[in-house]
């Protein structure tokens, strides 16, 4: 089993749509968790940190279940500019290193 | 302030040839990471350095690669030999001593491997 899954998509939006991804991890012991974005043939960008409470930034929702070990990620009203592939990732602290999810393609279009 | 360097951004090599590739962290950092992303996969962790030592090397193959982060200069990741197979981008992270879990990644060099 892959210490981080997500669904590989393309999820392929209309302009305004609401989007949402999902993935799961399988360590337990992991501490802190967050989703990247990654531009076609770029470095993976921080989008934001995830917590249990949830947080938001502008059109962007992330979500935490420690129980169910499930991290979620919403984009409302998708932009063209959101096309790009979205990277779950999960640290532990006892090895200080990232654990990346395959990724989700986000297709956005007119 | 620069953000996390790296050089070359690609790199062509012939089977059986030496590839380095070269990074260095953003100002102030001195945490260093290296992760590999194979076509149409996820980023894969290899090491991980602090100046002048080898904190957690679990992720690099066994043979044929290793990694230095001197004193003064770049973090180097040196791929002896290489082979088909190690075609890839490789991307180097850094992050300051205070927060190990904020990484902030270069731009990546792509390695081809004829």
């Known amino acids: 089993r892959k210490e981080v899954e997500q669904d590989p998509g393309p999820f392929n939006v209309p302009e305004g749509a609401t989007v949402a991804f999902n993935c799961t991890y399988s360590n337990s012991a992991s501490q802190s968790f967050f989703w990247y974005r990654q531009d076609c043939r770029k470095e993976p960008k921080l989008l934001m940190s995830?917590?249990?409470s949830g947080n938001e930034d502008g059109r962007f929702t992330a979500q935490l279940n420690r129980a169910s070990q499930y991290i979620s990620l919403l984009i409302r009203d998708s932009k063209l500019s959101d096309s790009a592939t979205y990277l779950c990732v999960v640290y532990t602290g006892t090895a200080s290193k990232l654990t990346f999810g395959t990724g989700t393609r986000l297709q956005v279009t007119l | 302030n620069a953000g996390v360097m790296q050089n070359p951004r690609h790199l062509v090599r012939r089977r059986g040839q030496e590839a380095r590739l070269r990074c260095s962290p953003m100002k102030g950092h001195s945490h260093v990471y290296w992760y590999r992303q194979l076509p149409e996969e996820g980023l894969k962790f290899m090491v991980y350095?602090?100046?002048?030592?080898?904190?957690?090397e679990s992720g690099m193959p066994k043979e044929r690669f290793s990694a230095e982060f001197p004193k003064e200069g770049p973090s180097i990741l040196r791929i002896q030999q290489v082979v088909r197979g190690d075609s890839a981008a490789y991307f180097c992270a850094s992050s300051p001593n205070y927060s190990t879990e904020t990484q902030y990644f270069g731009p990546g060099t792509r390695l081809l491997v004829l």
């Open positions: 350095l602090q100046k002048e030592n080898i904190i957690d």
């Open positions: 995830v917590y249990s």
